[in-house]
């Protein structure tokens, strides 16, 4: 008996159970031919199994990443499947921004987009035949909606889909913030006091996950309806101060800028570690934490993975990767599940196979998923469940 030996990268490819039937059939249907995609999204072992999709249906693709969280394992696997990467592991926004130009360069016919960087470096310097794109999150969808008259275009938001909403941001998000405290501190969660500031999809599934590790929850929300909606799921929803001043471990997902600053060191309780889980750095203000004259001392872990600010009056705090997004930070970075992102990912090509093949219009500048998209996942995802 033969014994492979095989990547993380393979591994996922194996269990992304709808990209492959999705593969299989874009063999055979080829939508991109003749058409190339740019793309802007996280690069780990998940986004390699939608790009190979893509370049199954006939597509060149020109990869880009997101700030901080491009795996070079993965980079290097696309390259040798020449595929043409224009990404570096980088936390530095003007770099982030010069590679995402360079996609745009060879301007793509279709974009698929993650936090708007694409959609919105498109519209400093337009150029014909655009036929529109995806994009993929809560927090690009706040980005491009108010260009929605300039873009005036295709962009379909699979972070609107239902599917994606609880598959992931729900269920995976939650699990993958509880696992990413885990390894990066190897902390215990039992009896601590945890705050989530944000009760959407994501913001629910974190105080989830935490309130089933034996932590003590509660949630801050700025919507009194959601706030509501945690209250009656039994989480606590006090006022912020004394959420951030009783916490053990804060965990930001709201999508907005400066949820915590510096402002809040007085208040943060020694010994506290904060992790943000929304797709932008900026809900946790690292650098003005980092550079406040209350700092003493600072001790960065893992390449930054921690950093430890020791403030004059004796107490400490730790914060994840610098403010960056945490799942998919620090050593062995595994972000959400393989089924969620095969959900999302479905989507992603089924959507991008649609503004392809002309089943779209500029009407449809940032909006959902088209229902029967979402069906059509749905079903192929229990018809897979039920074999
Ligand atoms: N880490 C991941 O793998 C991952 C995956 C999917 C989405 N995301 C990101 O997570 C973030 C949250 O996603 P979502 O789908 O739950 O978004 P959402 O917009 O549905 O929910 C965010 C909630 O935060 C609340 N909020 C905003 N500012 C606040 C503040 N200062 N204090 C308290 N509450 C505040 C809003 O009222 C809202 O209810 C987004 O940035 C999204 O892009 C991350």
Redesign the pocket.
Known sequence: MDTRSRSRIEWVADHCALLSQITDEFRQTRPFDRLTIGTGIHLEPKTVALLMTLRAGGAEVIASGNLSSTQPDSVEYLRAAGVRVEAEQTTDPALHTALLGRVLEAQPDLLLDNGGDLFALYLEAPYPGLRGGTEE???GRMRLEPLREQLSMPILVI?DSPIK?FG??RHA?GQ?MFETYMRLTNRSTNGKRVTV???????EGVATCFRHAFAQVSV????PV?RLEAHLDGFMTPATDAAIASADIIVT????VD?LTADHLGLIKDGAILLN????PGEIDFAGMAGSAEVEQRDEFENGALTTLQLKDGRRLTIAAAGH?A?LAGPRPL??SIEAMDFGFALQARCLERIATGGTDASDCVVPVPRDIDEGVANAYLDLRSG
């Open positions: 999150t809560t927090s972070n909403q992931e941001n998000v993958s500031f944000g009760y959407g999809p994501c913001g801050c929300e700025a919507d959601r997902e709201t999508g907005a949820v889980g929304g797709h932008f997004m799942n972000g959400n």
